[in-house]
């Protein structure tokens, strides 16, 4: 991999919108880029950010947040950044959304106190607690990732794992195409078996934990679009060695009795 190769990676308010350990999903990004040689800077996208800064993104992180923070940032990104992030992603800018940032992004979330939170309506879905007082969604998840979404990997799995814990529901619309099909755990909603959403080169999930380290196939999957869009030509990342991660992986896709294709 050339050393010339350098990605911009946008982290959403990263002071309000990291819970979980949602940052470890930036350290997995720079590191696999660092190992292959490949330059990354990390752009904060927080209240002090301006369009030009987001112009400069190669590549979009959203972490999770509670409902208070989302509350504080949402006016600031639908007034000051969301029509030019939404501009960016139709224009196929890849992007990693997790659990409180998806739900700012699509159409809208009413949350815990029943207010309702327009989104940007960037994926046709929407987000709102239970009417009726419903157990958390807590615990361990795999999902198998819909044959649409393609991934071109040396070890690719079909699978994915995480820890989710949201109080909030996720309903897609006839539009959004769920990014992989729930076997264990509760995913969107524990009712239609989808777990997150895809559009365009973007992931919407409720996997914490953090998500990148037990799914280096997606990790790399993010790093490779974001370099053919940025460069125009077709990427091949050098393989890493992996075992460590695809031990992470296995070990909970075992636990469960889980086959990985």
Not at 31 to 44: A, L, N, V
Not at 45 to 72: P, Y
Not at 206 to 217: D, E, Q
Request: hydrophobic letters at 35%.
């Amino acid at each position: 991999m050339k050393k010339s190769f350098l990605l911009h990676i946008g982290w959403l308010y990263p002071d309000l919108m990291s819970t979980y350990g949602d940052r470890g999903n930036i350290i997995i990004l720079t590191k696999r880029c660092e190992w292959r040689g490949i330059q990354t800077k990390i752009i904060q996208i927080d209240f002090a950010a301006t369009n030009h800064d987001i112009e400069k993104c190669d590549m979009i992180f959203g972490g999770g947040a509670q409902d208070r923070q989302q509350g504080l940032l949402i006016d600031d990104l639908k007034k000051n950044k969301g029509s030019f992030l939404k501009r960016m992603i139709n224009s196929g800018i890849p992007g990693l959304f997790v659990c409180g940032s998806p739900q700012l992004l699509g159409r809208y979330f009413i949350n815990g106190k029943r207010e309702k939170i327009e989104g940007l309506g960037i994926f046709d879905m929407i987000s709102k607690y239970p009417e009726q007082k419903k157990p958390r969604c807590i615990g361990n998840l795999i999902a198998k990732i819909n044959a649409e979404f393609k991934i071109n990997s040396s070890e690719f799995h079909n699978t994915i794992v995480g820890f989710e814990n949201h109080g909030g529901r996720t309903y897609l619309g006839k539009s959004a195409n769920p990014f992989a099909k729930v076997v264990y755990g509760n995913g969107n909603n524990g009712e239609d078996d989808s777990e997150g959403a895809v559009y365009r080169n973007c992931i919407a999930t409720y996997s914490h934990g953090p998500f990148l380290p037990k799914n280096p196939h997606i990790a790399d999957w993010l790093i490779q679009k974001a370099l053919e869009l940025k460069y125009k030509k077709h990427i091949v990342l050098l393989p890493l060695n992996d075992d460590l991660e695809w031990q992470a992986h296995t070990f909970i896709l075992q636990k469960y009795k889980v086959n990985s294709n």
